[in-house]
């Protein structure tokens, strides 16, 4: 079994169960908070956020007298949620940070920042690239005797569910390089497992994504290029591991 060396001064050192269950109960608790008062912001903003959405399709039309309404919950719920999770990362790291080590720390206070900015990234990607591509291929099978008629909270399902997973998938290469770095993975294993990792990529785009073979594919293809990426910052951390020890 492996052995931690903790610090006799760890903050965590000496806490009972109980403490430990006091501790992990005022963290959910300001967690649970600090996710509604994202919600009651992204609600209170929910009019002009709904409105940029829709700069894309222009005009829709809701279908049933709640349409509109729920989807401002939708838009308030995904807002809180983006809102809220530094301070709910924030928390969960000061919860297990007295049985981390001081390497472990380092990788968290460098790797959080990092992968909220890699999420940022993916989802302004998505919207800026993937979702007008896609959006325009569906509209383009309107024929004259097929006119489209969308709902708001279809396309805006739509388009949360086809930019957010663009986020965490953009987390890939960043995961990848923490495991490089603490022995886990190396560049050889990457390659010789791609094709299988390929395969998992396909599956997990159609999980993630709408049930279209193009929505899957659009999300696919730069997962596939994220992964080629992984292997080359791999890379990059076998040769400085090498060069620290020659």
């Known amino acids: 079994?492996?052995?931690r060396q903790r610090s006799a001064h760890s903050d965590?050192?000496?806490?009972?169960?109980?403490?430990?269950?006091?501790?992990?109960?005022?963290r959910i608790i300001i967690s649970v908070l600090a996710l509604a008062l994202g919600v009651v912001v992204g609600?209170?903003?929910?009019?002009?956020?709904?409105?940029?959405?829709?700069?894309?399709?222009?005009?829709l039309v809701y279908l049933y007298p709640g349409e509109a309404f729920f989807v401002h919950l939708e838009v308030a719920l995904v807002v809180g949620i983006v809102l809220s999770s530094p301070v709910v990362l924030y928390q969960v790291v000061r919860f297990i940070a007295p049985g981390l080590l001081a390497q472990e720390k380092r990788i968290l206070q460098v790797g959080l920042p990092a992968a909220l900015l890699m999420f940022a990234g993916g989802t302004v990607f998505a919207y800026q690239v993937i979702l007008p591509l896609a959006y325009?291929?569906?509209?383009?099978?309107?024929?004259?005797?097929?006119?489209?008629?969308i709902s708001i909270g279809n396309y805006v399902s739509f388009v949360i569910r086809l930019v957010l997973p663009f986020g965490l998938v953009f987390q890939l290469p960043l995961i990848v390089l923490l495991f490089t770095s603490i022995g886990i993975l190396s560049p050889e294993i990457l390659v010789k497992y791609r094709k299988y990792i390929v395969l998992v990529v396909f599956i997990t785009?159609?999980?993630?994504?709408?049930?279209?073979v193009i929505s899957q594919t659009f999300m696919a293809v730069p997962m596939v290029l994220l992964y080629e990426v992984s292997i080359l910052l791999a890379r990059m951390v076998v040769r400085r591991r090498k060069a620290r020890r020659g």
């Open 43 to 59: 609600f209170y903003y929910s009019s002009p956020m709904v409105q940029f959405l829709l700069r894309l399709p222009g005009e």
């Open 1 to 3: 079994m492996f052995k």
């Open 12 to 26: 965590g050192a000496g806490m009972t169960l109980v403490e430990h269950l006091a501790e992990l109960r005022r």
């Open 205 to 212: 785009a159609a999980v993630l994504t709408p049930p279209d």
């Open 136 to 149: 325009r291929f569906f509209l383009g099978f309107g024929t004259e005797s097929l006119t489209p008629m």
